[in-house]
């Protein structure tokens, strides 16, 4: 089976084979779980290096040292350096899943946060007006905080034995749409941002491409778990046109 292949053609197959597989599932991961800013606020850039350090380098690398043109137990080496790959994968690609934003939400705050999905209880509760899929990419919602006094402390008291807080229950959730201009007045000003000598230029490029549509936008941070990028919302749709890759809360 192996015996058509050089040491450097096997490297090179398992590499190129390797490269395909993971730059696929990061493509997906990218475009659809974790779609910019959430990759950047959410801090991936370290499990992406260790699943290339596993999945690109390592096991290719271990294929060079131990292919060899007829060695006895070759098939069974190749096979552990792929079981190492594919457990690697598995982790990482685990990490992707549990970890991956199901929402960004703003209530009484002046920023929006980024709720991931296993913080989730019961997506049943959801109200059926938002469109969101459970499988897919985050949805942007606005928390209605409750009025009730016997509701909120049901809540309270639920929490103290280890329960979710209000940003974690879907049933208070509402579209965005309807809710977010009661937050307008707190956003954040741009011309401001722009007087920082490191945001000049990110601004000053978000500005030439909208041109006079500026005016018609609100700004709000979103803070994941690591930084914090800005949110770009209109003000007559209400709904997230874009993003600024800038940290307006530096930490």
């Known amino acids: 089976m192996h015996n058509n292949f050089s040491r450097f053609q096997a490297f090179a197959i398992h590499l190129l084979l390797s490269s395909f597989i993971l730059a696929s599932f990061l493509t997906f991961v990218f475009l659809v779980w974790y779609p910019q800013p959430f990759f950047v606020v959410e801090g991936l850039v370290q499990i992406v290096w260790v699943l290339i350090g596993v999945d690109i380098v390592l096991g290719p690398a271990l294929t060079l040292v131990v292919f060899k043109t007829g060695k006895p137990g070759l098939t069974r080496d190749l096979s552990i350096i792929g079981a190492i790959q594919i457990a690697g994968f598995i982790y990482g690609a685990h990490t992707f899943y549990i970890e991956r934003p199901a929402f960004a939400a703003i209530s009484d705050s002046d ?10 209880k019961d997506l049943s509760k ?23 006094v016997e509701e909120l402390k ?35 000003n741009l011309d401001e941002l722009e007087n920082i000598p490191a945001n000049k230029t990110v601004i000053k490029k978000f500005k030439a491409e909208y041109g006079e549509r500026v005016e018609k936008f609100v700004f709000f941070p979103i803070i994941g778990k690591v930084t914090s990028r800005v949110l770009v919302i209109d003000r007559e749709s209400e709904m997230v046109v874009d993003y600024i890759d800038i940290n307006p809360i530096p930490r």
């Open 111 to 120: 920023y929006f946060d980024v709720i991931p999905a296993s913080g989730m």
């Open 126 to 148: 959801l109200d059926p007006a938002i469109n969101h899929s459970n499988l897919g990419g985050p949805t942007i919602v606005y928390v209605e905080q409750p009025t009730e």
């Open 154 to 188: 049901k809540i309270l008291e639920d929490m103290k034995q280890g329960g979710p807080g209000v940003y974690l229950r879907p049933e208070y959730y509402r579209p965005l749409k309807g809710h977010i201009k009661t937050k307008f007045r707190f956003s954040i």
